[in-house]
C-alpha cells in the first residue's frame, strides 16, 4: 500500500501562485510515475502534470508554462508550482502514483491515490 497525502491549497486571487506538495509513504516501486489530477465541480478528473522515476515531465497544454512539477526523491515528495493562477485552475487536486511510465495522463493508469486539497482563484 501506498499513502499520499496532499498539502498546500487554498483560496488565491487571478495571477497570484500557489505550491501543491504530495508526501508518499508506504510501499516503493522501481519504476514510477507521480502525478497531479484536478477535478472542478460537475467535471471528469483531468490530468495536470506527471514526473516519471527518471525526471521526465508531462503538461496539459493549460497549464504548460504556468505550472512546474518537481520531485525530491530524499523527502519522498513531489510538488506542483503554479503560477500566474487563473479562476479557471479551480478545483480540487489530486495527486497519485502509478506503477507505468506510459499513457500516465488518464486517471485509469494510477494505482493510489491522495484526498486531494482544495485550489481556489478568485478573479
Known amino acids: 500500500q501506498v499513502q499520499l497525502v496532499e498539502s498546500g491549497g487554498g483560496l488565491v486571487q487571478a495571477g497570484d501562485s500557489l505550491r501543491l506538495s504530495c508526501t508518499a509513504s508506504?510501499?516503493?516501486?522501481?519504476?514510477?510515475?507521480m502525478g497531479w489530477f484536478r477535478q472542478a465541480p460537475g467535471k471528469e478528473r483531468e490530468f495536470v502534470a506527471d514526473i516519471t522515476w527518471y525526471g521526465r515531465t508531462n503538461y496539459a497544454d493549460s497549464v504548460k508554462g504556468r505550472f512546474t512539477i518537481s520531485e525530491d526523491n530524499a523527502k519522498n515528495t513531489v510538488d506542483l508550482q503554479m503560477n500566474s493562477l487563473k479562476p479557471e485552475d479551480t478545483a480540487v487536486y489530486y495527486c497519485?502514483?502509478?506503477?507505468?511510465?506510459?499513457?500516465?495522463?488518464?486517471?485509469?493508469?494510477?494505482?493510489?491515490w491522495g484526498q486531494g486539497t482544495q485550489v481556489t482563484v478568485s478573479s
Open positions: 508506504g510501499r516503493t516501486f522501481s519504476s514510477y510515475t
Open positions: 497519485a502514483v502509478s506503477r507505468a511510465t506510459c499513457y500516465t495522463d488518464r486517471p485509469d493508469a494510477y494505482d493510489y
